[in-house]
């Protein structure tokens, strides 16, 4: 088969929903090199290999795309054969006028919540747990592209079990921005008038829920904060 690449810009809801990461796999899967990367307008994709794994590729794209996307234009150009060697995710671009639609906060996944409710998991009762397919995305995003450093979670380094789910293509938190845990993210804990009345601990996390629960019965008003 003939070499040959194309560029591909995708327009719509396709940051924050596992879009890199799937272009990635859909890649591997038809034997492709290149690389993808967001940017203020949506996300763009340099693609190489036989023309008809290319056309392969094209066609999948809006068929297979995350459950949380909505694409609203796709636009492909033949390109230069530019000699990938793999496939790879690359940095996110600034560009001057902003215009990517980015994901609402979308709720827990039943993947999740299966961990969620897993004694043996070590996101037991972890309550803000998530994935690249669920959790907050618009209320933790500062700016565009949608990348860690740029939203509420940068403050909390991942640890080296987070990092490592963070950074493996095969795993459901590849690039998870508000991938977190007990060991290394935000934590639950009650204050009362700007006083800690119930500190952070992932043993009482349960209790405190309980206890905030009894508040509300006993009439009194309570904020909660998630990540956003």
Not at 78 to 91: M, N, T, W, Y
Not at 185 to 210: C, F, H, M, R, Y
Request: glycine share 8%; charged share 20%.
């Amino acid at each position: 088969a003939m070499v040959t690449a194309a560029d591909i810009h995708i327009a719509g809801i396709v940051q924050g929903v596992g879009f890199r990461p799937f272009v990635y796999r859909l890649a591997s899967q038809w034997n492709l090199n290149g690389w993808v990367f967001n940017a203020s307008d949506g996300v763009h994709i340099h693609i190489e290999g036989g023309d008809q794994d290319l056309e392969g590729f094209i066609g999948s794209l809006p068929e297979l795309a995350p459950q949380a996307a909505r694409i609203t234009s796709v636009q492909t150009q033949p390109s230069d054969v530019l000699g990938a060697k793999s496939f790879e995710i690359r940095a996110s671009r600034q560009q001057e006028r902003s215009r990517t639609q980015i994901s609402p906060d979308i709720a827990t996944c039943a993947d999740c919540l299966r961990e969620l409710f897993d004694p043996n998991d070590r996101r037991y009762l972890y309550p803000f747990i998530n994935c690249t397919n669920c959790g907050p995305r618009f209320t933790i995003i500062k700016a565009l592209p949608y990348d860690r450093p740029s939203t509420s979670m940068a403050v909390f380094p991942m640890c080296s079990e987070c990092s490592m789910e963070y950074h493996d293509p095969a795993d459901r938190r590849f690039h998870a921005q508000p991938d977190a845990c007990f060991e290394c993210g935000p934590q639950l804990s009650l204050w009362e008038n700007g006083t800690l009345k119930v500190a952070a601990d992932p043993e009482q996390t349960l209790s405190l829920i309980e206890h905030v629960a009894e508040l509300l019965n006993r009439g009194m008003i309570v904020a909660i904060k998630g990540l956003g």
